[in-house]
């Protein structure tokens, strides 16, 4: 665990990372939050090995970040759900998000744009719908990727 | 570097974290943002191991999120300046801030707190002053400690 590295526990940064700053855990996150709940699709879309994977959901389970649900009992397999201690993380992936489309090195739109459901306008860096005024949450979001603005993932 | 292990370049997300994402990293950015700007100061606060840190340092620099200036001859010494790339990073250590108060198992009050300087306001989830309603950066904030308010750090 992380947070056993760090000389301040009393730090709400430093307790944070020790539960969601290990390698690959907001990647993970990442994929639940654009609608990849299980497994097999989250292994396929990242490329993280099996045994990462598994450690980092299991830890989230057990921080109650993300909820394990069965959806197939002959083989069993589960999804993962995010509980609101996980949704609440969203904020931190919006930022990511918004920070690395400024200042990454890298040609053409962004990848990944986060819309507004309701009413199509883009989100700013407070979660703010730049159209309607709205504060949002990571319910009220939707994902548009460069090129193909069909194929949108939800939270 | 942590990017290489990500299968997907092309997200804000995961090439943020190739910057930022390594362990110590934003605990590091923490300090400088807390007006903590030296080697040695950081090395004491933190506690993170001497070799760690410089590569940390070493390799924010390099990236132009911190800009290395001396301010000792001899011996010579540097201290680490946020860059305006570094200065973007602020909503991020908020946002795990306000996690952590919300969602850390601990008794108390926050041992740190976000005020605007200008009306003693805290700072929300948002980073919008939650008693004059503006919208904040990294230089409009004071950071409170708990049971010391005068002992305020600013970034």
Redesign the interface.
């Known amino acids: 665990m992380?947070n056993r590295?760090?000389?301040?526990p009393?730090?709400?940064?430093?307790?944070?990372?020790g539960l969601i700053?290990?390698?690959?855990t907001?990647?993970i996150l990442?994929e639940v939050f654009l609608g990849r709940r299980r497994f097999s699709e989250m292994q396929r879309?990242?490329?993280?090995a099996r045994n990462i994977l598994s450690s980092r959901l299991d830890r989230l389970v057990d921080e109650g970040i993300l909820e394990r649900r069965p959806y197939s009992e002959h083989p069993e397999r589960h999804e993962y759900l995010l509980t609101h201690?996980g949704l609440?993380?969203w904020?931190?992936?919006v930022?990511?998000?918004?920070?690395?489309?400024?200042?990454?090195d890298?040609e053409g739109e962004?990848?990944?744009k986060l819309i507004h459901k309701d009413c199509g306008g883009e989100i700013d860096?407070?979660?703010?719908c730049e159209s309607c005024g709205k504060?949002l949450g990571p319910r009220d979001a939707r994902a548009v990727y460069s090129g193909d603005p069909v194929a949108a993932a939800t939270a």
Request: with cysteine; glycine share 8%.
């Open positions: 992380l590295d760090y000389n301040d009393a730090c709400s940064i430093a307790g944070t990372l700053g290990e390698r690959w907001l990647v990442r879309t990242t490329g993280v201690k609440d993380l904020p931190v992936l930022d990511l998000l918004h920070w690395g489309d400024k200042h990454l890298r962004p990848p990944l860096d407070r979660r703010i504060h």
